[in-house]
């Protein structure tokens, strides 16, 4: 495949994109795609589909050296009240389409970008516009993601009383030098200091974001940095593995060197310590959710990836916004102008789509709910009328003989070693066309 394939166990950092976060690829997403996401909105949807809603807000203080996704740094206050303007017309392009006739959202995600870079102001006018289109009352969850220099103790206190659930920060490392070394904009202090104000707030759902093989990590460093977590006592904390999309400034870094190996840590490295990071919040009571969380027993969950894991449609507001309809995908406009304009005018800002058939729609849960650690096959057989276990049995022999999951009676079971290894293996689950394309 073109996207990095570190079947090596010390595989170097190459450029590329590792994590799996849907199915089929997003390359394979086109213009032609268009009409059909148009007839999934004039549907109305399957009984008894959860309905999430995703707001984009990309608007950031820096641009990390390793961040992937479609932000803006330069944008001043009148700019992004016109994007704020503009996501709450969208959303009322949306509301006279059969799909979300007499629905409300199960789960809201606010990410970015960093959504905590909004002013108070900015903040209230956003939400009391969602909700007075669209009724929050009945929402489980309200996760909102922070970068913890953006935060103050009175916007954190609006947060609360706004609505949101579960606050997410995006802490990343606890190192100020290795922070700095990967552009993050936050601080250690503002660390600290963020999470005594989401506690004093009340928030009693906290998740602390970190990297495994950032830019000048150490062993030595890592270690100190699980410390700390084990100190703060979240209720969740999501680790991922540091990976070097095409589109980040550590890429044209080594492009413009001419280096082909990222300045990270090799896969080796980053799964050992992912697990020993795991391990550590196991032994202080967590327990793992997925190849990347770890939550105490006494947390709500996390709605918004385990309804999406298993089919749930979800509504992307804003530019380069992702959504899942009906079984059919679509992404928006991917730059400010092109976005706003066309909501200006009237339109849906979709500028790619792709209609899943009844294969995909089944690879695509599979995949993902891998990630969790365990298939269910009563699941499967019951929404697909497919044995995975028999439709999947030439992927699931040779990782099974590899040591890196168990087929039995009840389903699939992903070994310790398989679980960081995840997206890797997920490939192999994929039809023949989509396993050598361009991921995104």
Partial sequence: MADPDPKAAAAATTAGNYFVANYPPFSAWSEAGIPAAQAALARPPQAGTPLGLYVHLPFCRKRCDFCYFKVYTDKNGREVRRYLDAVLAELDRYLDQAFLAGRTPDFIYFGGGTPSYLSSEQLTTLFEGLKSRLSWEKSVEVAFECEPGTLQQHKVELLKQLGVTRLSLGVENFNAEILELNNRAHRTDEIYRAYQWARDAGFDQINIDLIAGMVGETEANWSHCVEKTLELSPECVT?????????????????????????????????????????????????????????????????????????????????????????????????????????????????????????????????????????????????????????????????????????????????????????????DFFEEPHRNARYA
């Avoid at 102008?337 to 729609?361: D, F, K, M, S, W």
């Avoid at 269910?376 to 590899?402: C, I, M, N, P, T």
Wanted: proline share 3%; with cysteine; net charge negative.
């Fill in 239 to 427: 680790i991922y593995q540091m990976e070097v999309p095409y589109n980040t400034t550590i890429y044209r870094r080594m492009k413009d060197g001419g280096e082909e190996v990222a300045p990270v840590a090799d896969w080796e490295t980053k799964r050992r310590w992912a697990d020993e990071a795991f391990a550590a919040l196991e032994k202080d009571g967590y327990e793992l959710g997925s190849a990347y969380t770890a939550c105490k027993p006494s947390a709500a969950g996390f709605l918004y990836r385990d309804a999406l894991w298993r089919g749930a449609d979800l509504l992307g507001l804003g530019v380069s916004s992702f959504s899942h309809i009906g079984g059919v995908h679509f992404q928006n406009e991917h730059a400010y102008e092109p976005y706003v304009a066309r909501v200006e005018a009237g339109e849906l800002p979709i500028t790619r789509a792709l209609a899943l058939n009844a294969e995909e729609r089944l690879i695509r849960e599979f995949v993902l709910q891998m990630k969790l650690g365990r298939i269910e096959a009563r699941y499967f057989q019951d929404k697909f009328g497919v044995d995975v276990r028999e439709h999947f049995a030439s992927a699931l022999g040779r990782h099974e003989a590899d040591g890196y999951l168990r087929v039995t009676e009840a389903g699939v079971e992903v070994t310790r070693s398989g679980l960081f290894e995840i997206d890797r293996l997920l490939w």
